[in-house]
């Protein structure tokens, strides 16, 4: 029985090595796919808010100095088409 253990000890403590070993590199390789997504979630969060910004700021500034040359523009507005009063009607959908 002790010739079996000797030989068989061996072979456990390098198995439970090798275990361990690989437990360690796969709990980095996930903490660090953890940490990239996080981190490329974070810049996009940031870029979406500084681009918010800027696109507000820019509609501002455009609001300001355009709408006051344009805003006669809305009162006369004269459409280029009209529509005979004989063909308009309402059509059933089947």
Do not use: C, H, W
Request: proline residues 3%.
């Amino acid at each position: 029985m002790k010739n079996k253990m000797q030989f068989m000890l061996p072979k456990i403590i390098g198995i439970t090595i090798l275990a361990g070993i690989l437990t360690i590199v796969a709990a980095t390789i996930f903490k660090l796919l953890l940490a990239g997504t996080l981190l490329f979630g974070a810049v996009l969060l940031l870029k979406k808010f500084a681009g918010k910004r800027r696109d507000q700021l820019s509609y501002n500034e455009g609001n300001q100095n355009s709408f006051e040359g344009n805003k006669s523009s809305f009162n006369n507005f004269k459409p280029n088409f009209q529509v005979a009063k004989n063909e308009a009607a309402i059509y059933p959908v089947y």
